[in-house]
C-alpha cells in the first residue's frame, strides 16, 4: 500500500470495516494519512483490517460494535477520539441485506434492516457531530444504494432504509452545512462483497432474471445482472 497525504491529520471512523467496501475504504483512508478507527461486530475480519492496515505503516485501532446500540457507539466515538483526537471524517457504510416483498416481510424482519441500515446512520451521525462541529468541520458519508433511488423487487425493507439515509442525508447536510461539516450519500450499484454473494445466493440473484429450475452459480447470477447497469459491469 502506497502512502499518501491527502487525508493526513485527518480522523476517521469507517463501519463496516471487517470486510467487503468498508474493508477498502478503511484501508484507503489510512493510506492516505488518515488515523482510521475500524468499527465492526466481526472480530476476526476487524483485527484483519487493522493489522493490514497496521502492517502498511497505517494507524488504526479497532473498535468491536453493533451500530444499532446507541452506547456501544458513543463508545466507538470515544475510543478513537481517545487514540487519535477528533473525529473528523465518517464513513457510516455497516449494513445488512434484506429480502422480502412488502406483504411477506415480518415486522421482525422490517426492524432489524431498518435499524442497521438507517438508524445506525443517525446514531453514528449523532454522535460524531459535537466533535466535527467543536474542530470546526468535518465530512459525513452515507452508504446508501440505487435500491433507495429505483424499485428493485423483493427487497422491500432494504429500499426503505436507503431510501431513508438518502432523506437523513439532505436533511443533515442543510442542517450542519452552516457549521462546515459536509454530508453526502453513496448510491453504489451491486459490487461483488461477500454480503452480496451471500445474498445473491440466498435469494437466486434477481427473480426476474434467474430461469425457473435452475441453480446459477454466482458469477453467472452477477452476469444476468448486468442488463440493469448501462456501463455493463459491476463493482
Not at 467496501?21 to 472480530?43: L, N, P, S, Y
Not at 438508524?119 to 474542530?135: D, F, H, N, Y
Request: negative net charge; hydrophobic residues 40%.
Amino acid at each position: 500500500m502506497t502512502m499518501g497525504d491527502r487525508l493526513a491529520g485527518k480522523v476517521a471512523i469507517v463501519t463496516g470495516a471487517g470486510s467487503g467496501i468498508g474493508r477498502t475504504a478503511a484501508i484507503r483512508f489510512a493510506a492516505e494519512g488518515a488515523k482510521v478507527g475500524c468499527a465492526d461486530r466481526d472480530r476476526d475480519g476487524l483485527d484483519a483490517t487493522v493489522q493490514e492496515i497496521r502492517d502498511s505503516g497505517g494507524l488504526a485501532v479497532a473498535c468491536e460494535v453493533d451500530v444499532t446500540d446507541e452506547k456501544l457507539v458513543e463508545q466507538m466515538v470515544t475510543e478513537t477520539s481517545d487514540a487519535f483526537g477528533a473525529v473528523t471524517v465518517l464513513y457510516s457504510n455497516a449494513g445488512i441485506a434484506g429480502s422480502g416483498n412488502a406483504k411477506d416481510l415480518t415486522l421482525v424482519e422490517w426492524e432489524e434492516v431498518i435499524a442497521v441500515n438507517l438508524t445506525s446512520v443517525w446514531l453514528c451521525s449523532r454522535a460524531c457531530l459535537p466533535g466535527m462541529i467543536e474542530a470546526g468541520g468535518g465530512s459525513i458519508i452515507n452508504q446508501a444504494s440505487v435500491g433507495g433511488l429505483v424499485g428493485v423487487p423483493g427487497i422491500a425493507s432494504y429500499a426503505a432504509a436507503k431510501a431513508g439515509v438518502i432523506g437523513l442525508t439532505k436533511q443533515m447536510a442543510v442542517e450542519y452545512g452552516p457549521s462546515k461539516v459536509r454530508v453526502n450519500a453513496i448510491c453504489p450499484g451491486t459490487v461483488p462483497t461477500p454480503l452480496v454473494e451471500k445474498t445473491y445466493m440466498a435469494r437466486g440473484g434477481f427473480a426476474a432474471t434467474a430461469e425457473a429450475g435452475t441453480n446459477p452459480t454466482y458469477e453467472e447470477l452477477l452476469e444476468q445482472s448486468l442488463f440493469r447497469y448501462p456501463i455493463g459491469r459491476v463493482g
